[in-house]
Structures are given as structure tokens and as C-alpha cells.
């Protein structure tokens, strides 16, 4: 029996295997994911990254309940790592305060009017902030994004875009989805969750 520990290093999604048998440890990143995935004839069915459809940041839009959610461009390419969808229209405050919430954020950061109508979003997980004068020009009121520099949020002033800035952490929150794709291909593997928590920040 293969016991899989999934868990995140150096910013990606890897996973840990303990072979039963012997004490041998080894640890593969995205490449072991695609290799298992080619396994059954779908090579990008798994990508953290957040390129593919129902990558990443497809599952952090559906834990916002963004609807009509789209990727720039369409057709997934290495460029697409943003999805883009509606909310109800709020204030950016009202919906950072939703967002830390649901996310389980201790702290976030907020650029822009907090009194500014939010109505369509962009999601980016990891360091997302040199993409928010983009999603301004698509129409989008704010972005939400795991990582922002001073440089990018002073763009985004001004071009009155809404920043909300979360942690890399709520990519861990794909886990639990990489698990039970995983569990359903590989029947005779289980996969265990990583408790660690490796974010290296913390909110006073």
C-alpha cells in the first residue's frame, strides 16, 4: 500500500509517498502529478497552477461563489491563469470582509476605495497583484490575489482598482480537491491531507 501525503513546498502543490514496505521516502512536484495523470489518458487533469479548467483558482472562485466564471483567454494556455466572475454587487469592503471570512484568513490587505462598487472580480491565488491593471482593463473591479508589490497596488490606485490581498495559503485549500481526484483514479492508494501549516507569516 502507497500512503501519499499531500502538502504544499516551496509555493506548489507536491506530494509525499512512504512506500510500506521499506522505509524508502521520496517526494515528486507538478511533473510526478502530470506523470500520473498521463497514467489514465489525461495529463493536465491535475495543475495547482490553476491553468486548466478546474484547476486552482477555479475551485478558489467556486468557494466564493463567483458566477458566469471565465479564464482570460477561453481556451486554457500558459497565459490563463486568471478566472474571472460575478458577484453580487457589493462595496469592496463588505466583500473583503466575506472574503477573509470564507477563506479563513487571519488578516488581508485592501487596496483601493473601500466605498467602491465590487460587481465582477478576477481570482488569482498565488502572486497575482502585476495582473490587476489587466483585470481592470477586462472589466473587473477588483482582483483577489495571494501576493501584491507596492509598485503593482499604486497601479492599481490608479486605475481605481480594488486589490484584495490574501495569503499564499489559501492555495492549500485546493488539497482537499487534489485528494479525492487522486483517491477516485487510484483506487488501491490512499491519500492522506498534511496538517503542516507552512505559511511563514503571522498577523499580530
Known sequence: MWHWHI???????????NVAQSAHKFQINIV????MTAIINDPMAINPGGIRHNGMNDHLA????LENVYSIPE????????RIGE???????????????????????IVGDLDKPVKKVA?????????????????????????????????????????IEVSHSVEALFKEYIK?????????????????????????
Open 7 to 17: 502538502f504544499k513546498a516551496d509555493g506548489h502543490a507536491a506530494l509525499s509517498a
Open 32 to 35: 510526478g502529478f502530470l506523470l
Open 62 to 65: 467556486s468557494i466564493l461563489g
Open 75 to 82: 481556451v486554457p494556455t500558459s497565459e490563463s491563469y486568471m
Open 87 to 109: 458577484i453580487e454587487k457589493t462595496t469592496l469592503a463588505q466583500f473583503a470582509y466575506f472574503v477573509k471570512e470564507t477563506f479563513n484568513e487571519e488578516g488581508i490587505r
Open 123 to 163: 481570482v488569482l491565488g498565488g502572486s497575482g497583484g502585476n495582473f490587476a491593471v489587466q483585470a481592470k482593463k477586462l472589466g473587473c473591479d477588483c482582483i483577489i490575489t495571494g501576493e501584491v508589490k507596492q509598485n503593482n497596488a499604486i497601479d492599481a490606485l490608479e486605475y481605481n482598482m480594488g486589490i
Open 180 to 204: 479525492n481526484m487522486l483517491s477516485s483514479q487510484f483506487a488501491n492508494v490512499e491519500f492522506i491531507l498534511s496538517k503542516k501549516d507552512v505559511n511563514p507569516f503571522k498577523c499580530l
